[in-house]
């Protein structure tokens, strides 16, 4: 592999680890809840609290409430109900570290090993309790279709960080079950859009990755558009996941402009360098109106500096140089 596919493969995984957090949450602001209920909530209402903060840099206050709700139902009841909200805040814990390394690669350093390895620890807990509550006969449909949403995506995790590692095996066969456990939970409960985001993102990360990897998974298939629609078809649902989906798919369509496979595509094809100048733009529009126009003021924030890379690769795509320096500073 060359020096290029190697530097390409590390930031394409990169921006797909980032991608796979926080599944099956509900659109709530914290600023809108008093901080007394705010003890109240359960994983799926705190998730997408912390995800919101989480893009203005603000990880602590969540750190500490998901290692209490982890404490609390540890030595809890051991039922089902319960097991099932533990899976959960585990899963939450995990995709949080997952986007604080994805921050640090735009504010300090690349990889921490601690991170890394908590990150591992929830991702494999997340992995045992899932089968665990699968395993029992007691379970209803949308608890199996919960555990199989959650399996998944932490099969997902655990199957990216190890293709990262270099551990190819280990993350074919998380790879391949993740696959899988998404596409169950969608047939036992299709209402679970979230999973659509997962998947697009195996389809379209396999087919940009290739190899023996695309090979085994995919028949070595180009789903590059597949994953793309998957993703959209998330955000057009109204997936809890926006800010991440529209970041996501951001990045994407930035990556494809630059992409030697689109070189001469004709421009009415939705992977053209036409077509994915517009949508990217489309989405960093989207992501800086919704979410940066007015950032909280409950804590400090100067900008976000992944937005601020996307807008100047844009610019250097677009040969608008100076607007890209400007961006670029903000990095």
Known sequence: MSGRKKSETKILLHFILMGVLFFLTMPVNAQDIPHEELKNLTAGEMAPLALKDSMYYHFDEWFARFTGEINRLTSAEPSIANQVELMKFHFNYAGLLGELC????????????????????????VKTIAKSILSDDSITQNQEAEANLYLGASEGYIGIFEYGQGNLLVALLNGFQADNHLEKALLLNPNLVDAYFGLGMYRYGNSRLGGLGNLIMQGGKDLRLVGMNHIEHAILSQTATQPLALKTLAWFYISEQINPENKNLPSENPLSRKKTRQNAIGLLLELENRYFKQPPVAFPFRGNKELAMM??????????????GVEFKKV
Request: glycine fraction near 0%; hydrophobic fraction near 35%.
């Open 311 to 324: 807008k100047a690769l844009q610019f250097v795509l677009d040969k608008e140089y100076q607007k890209a």
């Open 102 to 125: 994805h921050t640090l690669a735009f504010t300090s350093k690349y990889q921490d090993e601690k991170i890394a390895n908590d990150f591992l620890t929830h991702s494999r807990r």
